[in-house]
């Protein structure tokens, strides 16, 4: 550039024009010695495009100079350029990739390291919505987003709130006692189990547990029905052995109490310190439920077959054996407390309402196959709900036998009294002797 101006000088020829090509040609070679900031790159820009007027530079001597004045521009906007291939602003309109992203990252935890790098992704948001003008200030935007994060998160139940408005809480609050424990649950469970494996026979370990429970309720049942015999021939021949039988009879109603004896035989084992894994036995008992109705139902539709090998009718055991059990561990207030059978009626009334309403809307279609297929899903929801009542109906009547109204403190007490009440007797017996006969000379 310097033997341009030097080029331009020598000419004798003096004029306005030539004055300022020279002026323009200093002017950009004093501007490139020195930093390569925007506005001299600028200028030198403006000065070439004067000084170029008079055909200074040939063309080959141009297209050199042109290329390195690119270069000195991609050198010195290098860092803005980078920075505007890397800006990631576009996530906003894409926001709806980031939760799948982190379900990605929680699943796998491969990545996991580099998630700090998705959040300085999106800070490249951050500008673009600090420009946007929605309020005339964005503070205050940023404020009203503050409040709304705080009432979402207090939204729930707070235990300190509802004590200081317990009066609120109270006279506002509905609570729903009957969800307690969903069928949904209980089959997820059911199906969950059958996935740790089966035995040769076909069984998963509900199944095992639901037999031992029926064979507990099996014993059971063999007492009640000895005791039953035992209370029938007593009554048959009293007639003619009023004292023997008497003392019989009181030995079967009274005296020998086998289901209360079974119940204080085992239960201080059952709610022994060794036998904790025990307290949430009742959990169990719906997912137990659901799989012995499958079995009742696969079994009575055994009859009807050719080959009736399991086939049966009636399993009262398993119900004789949950009320045992239940008494032994004291927990029938905590099963009654999850309204199980109320949540499975509610449940199969839903269902089979919503297939009859199925019914009514296909019938004028004129679908045989649907029909046929609703109307056999029909009655197989009204079985299951008869097998479901007639569970609960059975597992009342047993626990009948173990006296389930009353809990485990309230049998204690009742003993103690009676204790008291037979020491007491006892006590006035000795102070109030009966006074000897008189001796007859």
């Not at 310097?2 to 090509?21: A, C, F, G, T």
């Not at 800006?87 to 990605?104: G, K, Q, S, T």
């Amino acid at each position: 550039m310097n033997l341009h101006s030097k080029r331009v000088i020598s000419d004798k020829k003096y004029s306005e024009q030539r004055l300022d090509v020279l002026s323009a040609l200093v002017l950009a070679e004093n501007t490139l010695n020195g930093p390569s900031t925007k506005q001299r790159r600028l200028i030198v820009s403006l000065a070439l495009s004067v000084g170029t007027q008079m055909k200074t530079f040939k063309d080959e001597e141009l297209i050199p100079l042109q290329l390195v004045l690119k270069k000195l521009d991609l050198i010195s906007e290098l860092t803005e350029r980078v920075r505007a291939q890397c800006d990631c602003c576009f996530l906003y309109w894409h926001r709806a990739v980031f939760p799948i992203y982190l379900d990605d990252v929680y699943e796998n935890a491969v990545d996991s390291a580099r998630l700090h790098y998705m959040f300085s992704a999106l800070r490249d948001c951050v500008p673009a919505m600090m420009h946007a003008r929605h309020l005339e200030s964005y503070e205050v935007l940023l404020e009203c987003y503050d409040k709304e994060i705080m009432e979402v998160l207090n939204e729930g139940l707070d235990v300190l709130e509802i004590m200081r408005n317990i009066h609120v809480f109270v006279s506002r609050y509905l609570y729903n006692l009957n969800n307690q424990y969903p069928f949904e649950r209980a089959d997820k469970f059911n199906r969950g189990i059958r996935k740790l494996g089966i035995t040769p026979d076909g069984q998963s370990y509900l199944d095992q547990f639901r037999q031992l429970i029926s064979q507990i309720g099996n014993a059971m049942g063999y007492v009640r029905m000895i005791r039953s015999g035992g209370l029938h021939c007593c009554s048959s021949a009293i007639r003619q052995l009023d004292s023997v039988l008497s003392d019989l009879t009181r030995n079967f109603a009274e005296g020998t109490e086998y289901f209360k004896m079974l119940v204080d035989v085992f239960a201080p084992e059952f709610r022994s310190p060794k036998n904790m894994h025990l307290r949430n036995f009742y959990i169990i008992v719906p997912p137990l439920t659901l799989n012995f109705v499958e079995h009742s139902i696969s079994c009575k539709e055994k009859l009807n077959k050719k080959n009736k090998s399991g086939a049966a009718f009636t399993d009262d055991g398993f119900a004789m054996g949950v009320a045992y059990i239940l008494k032994l561990l004291d927990q029938y207030q905590e099963f009654d407390s999850l309204h199980w059978f109320q949540s499975v009626r509610e449940k199969y009334v839903k269902e089979i309402r919503a297939v009859a309403k199925q019914q009514n809307v296909q019938s004028t279609n004129q679908d045989e196959k649907l029909l046929q297929t609703m109307n056999l899903t029909h009655k197989r929801l009204e079985v299951c709900l008869q097998e479901f009542e007639l569970l609960y109906f059975s597992l009342s009547s047993a626990r009948i036998f173990f006296r389930a109204d009353k809990t485990a403190a309230e049998e204690n007490q009742e003993k103690k009294e009676k204790e008291e009440e037979s020491v007491k007797a006892s006590n006035g017996d000795l102070s109030n002797p009966t006074p000897a006969d008189p001796v007859v000379k």
